[in-house]
């Protein structure tokens, strides 16, 4: 049988070479599955360059921050004002955007050199708005979404780094309204100040009905209790801190702030939800190149330089973000959370590119949440990069991102069967699905639910 194989494997290697798709041989064959579709491709590409310039800086790896990026990839528009009208661009027909002033939600802070905050080029300062995307045909009563950036918890708002146009999908494809909310950015707050102010947030959102605040006259609060479903999104790190609001209702002490209000569930893009930063893919997935045809292998935006340096410095991040918290506190650091508390978890969805570093921290927590009673939905995808879903329109390609729009599409599916009060299927472990471009132009995953009938 070895002997075969090796036969075949001769054969093949002969035939390549024939053909001219050797090593050295210039231009691959395009075969007709294999490998990245042209529109992923050229993502792949413009997000590396984002993350890794062309110049002596393109030699050096990214450590810690995710503030390599000029995001000139990312879906337009990047940067709105919030206090000036909507931009004339299509990605918000069909929503309307409301400001809330710092207090409102969330309280009013500011970002300096003196304070440390890194995120000082943002225009808006004081900090401390929220925005609020209500979609054109959201009924009153509609289940509401609170969503969390990312940015490491050094950067981003609601209205920078591509954030404005992400949320304004999501309003819309969901056909509920969510509320943004700028968050005490560290090292000005820490983990128990954000997610305090994500407590309070919920609560907001559960007391008042957003539709009102298109409306004149001083909106009505409601109580909490009596609220439709209340979801949480968030992506990166705030896809980790999203799940700290979730693991923190599930504990012993509640979500602080939220008082009566209740999460029912949760997706999370690309999160950072190991703060030790140790699990296997931080290795097995460092950036590599498969030549001829230059194809990016591994994660693209974080990848690049010594394992060792990347998870010091990731912790040092997260140290930074924590506080006095130790990088093991069981909330703060969902991955460290009992199964106890994971018992009562509510139902949260994963999305996280095959091949990212935080692969593994996202498989291993969804297992062990599955395992302990939760119910869990694990949706990996193959060939995408950190944060994907804001890249869904091509990076300027004029081809979207098939599985950047499997992700908004499952993620509707989720949320809707549990507005709905539907049961997940799966019991005692993920509901997985495997997403793969295959054959090209196709999800293979795209139709798949985790719903009874």
Known sequence: MNRLWIGLGRLVSLGLLILGAGPGAGEPIALPNVGPSPSTFACQVAVQNDYYPPGPASQRPLLGLEVGATESSLDPPVFIDPYLPLPDDAVFDGVERVTLEPGVVTPEWSCSTEDGCYDTDNPVNPRGTALLWIPDSAPRGAPRVLFLHGGSWYTGSPWSSGYAPFVAKLAKRLNMPVLSIDYTLSPVGHYRQILRQVGRATRFLAQYEPLDFLEAGEPERRPAKRSPPLFIIGDSSGGGTALSALVAQASPWGLPGAGHAKLSGGVLFSPWINLRSNSPTYLSNLYTVHSPGLYPLGDIAFGRGFVETIVFEYQQNAQVYLGQASLDNRTANPFNAPERWLRR?????????????????????????????????????????????????????GEPVILAQSAYWASRHFLRGLAQGRTLSCEGTPCFYGHYEYPKGHDTAREASSFED
């Open 345 to 397: 978890l509510p139902p949260v969805a994963l999305h996280v590119g095959q091949p990212e570093l935080l692969l593994s921290d996202a498989a291993i927590f969804a297992q062990k949440a599955a395992s302990s009673g939760a119910a869990v939905e694990f949706h990996q995808y193959d060939g995408m990069w950190h944060d994907f879903p804001m890249y869904e329109e091509g990076c300027g390609s």
